[in-house]
């Protein structure tokens, strides 16, 4: 008897877990988006900026085509921002403390690779991650080819590639790096280009037709050094780098 009723129990909390939780995550969604507004920008004062760190996770190099001057790369863009209209208190929605939400949906930031040869190829348009303090964290994948002033014959290349919002003057989306450099921790090495370093900068750009209105951008600057085949014992090659 004590086995049924512990049984019976378990049951109980399962079903409670797994429907009173939807069943919270439901109402808040529906709450969250009842007057939710996507093209505003998700500041209550409008004349405050949307404060967008971005990060660039470089996955794999795929090609750098020094006649066509053309770099080909897979990376992930880490975007962090807050926004003020979507937020809640966990306690009134079972203490759920975060969702995930279509990107579709919510505003976020027209971050865009400048200087693009083609569109980009998306690879995996994730889920937005939205916190209850309003923290968003969204990381896109994509395939990208960018513009690069390459030097022929020579076995150093130096890359500028630069991101930056589309539409948003820097009054309005205030872009910075979220760090030093790209991250290369997941990457695919190159059989034929080494990545010597991706150091990140924030530039302010002015251009002639508003000299008081700056454009944030987040510029990664690549260093490549060629991966040179060199013969050993037997006729086989190996790569060796320089």
Avoid at 75 to 92: C, L, Y
Wanted: net charge negative; charged share 20%.
């Amino acid at each position: 008897m004590a086995v049924i009723l512990f049984l019976q129990a378990l049951v109980l909390v399962v079903l409670y877990t797994e429907y009173g939780i939807a069943s919270d995550r439901g109402k808040l969604v529906q709450d969250l988006f009842q007057n939710y507004d996507k093209s505003n920008r998700p500041v209550k004062n409008e004349s405050s900026a949307v404060n967008v760190t971005f990060g660039l996770a470089i996955v794999q190099i795929h090609d750098l085509d020094e006649v066509k001057q053309i770099l080909s790369m897979t990376a992930w863009h880490t975007m962090q921002w807050h926004d003020e209209f979507f937020t809640w208190n966990p306690k009134e929605y079972g203490d759920v403390t975060e969702i995930r939400i279509h990107p579709s949906t919510l505003w976020k930031p027209d971050v865009v690779l400048y200087k693009a040869v083609y569109p980009d190829d998306v690879i995996h348009y994730s889920d937005i991650l939205a916190r209850s303090d309003g923290f968003m964290w969204w990381v896109p994948s994509y395939r990208q080819w960018s513009t690069c002033s390459t030097q022929l014959n020579s076995d150093t290349q130096k890359c500028t590639v630069v991101f930056g919002s589309w539409t948003f003057h820097g009054f309005a989306v205030d872009l910075y790096p979220a760090a030093p450099a790209a991250d290369v921790s997941s990457m695919t090495l190159s059989h034929e280009w080494e990545l010597v370093a991706a150091d990140a900068e924030r530039k302010v750009v002015i251009y002639d037709c508003c000299p008081d209105t700056p454009f944030h951008n987040v510029v990664y600057h690549l260093q490549l050094r060629k991966i040179k085949a060199a013969p050993v014992q037997g006729g086989a090659v190996h790569h060796s780098e320089l």
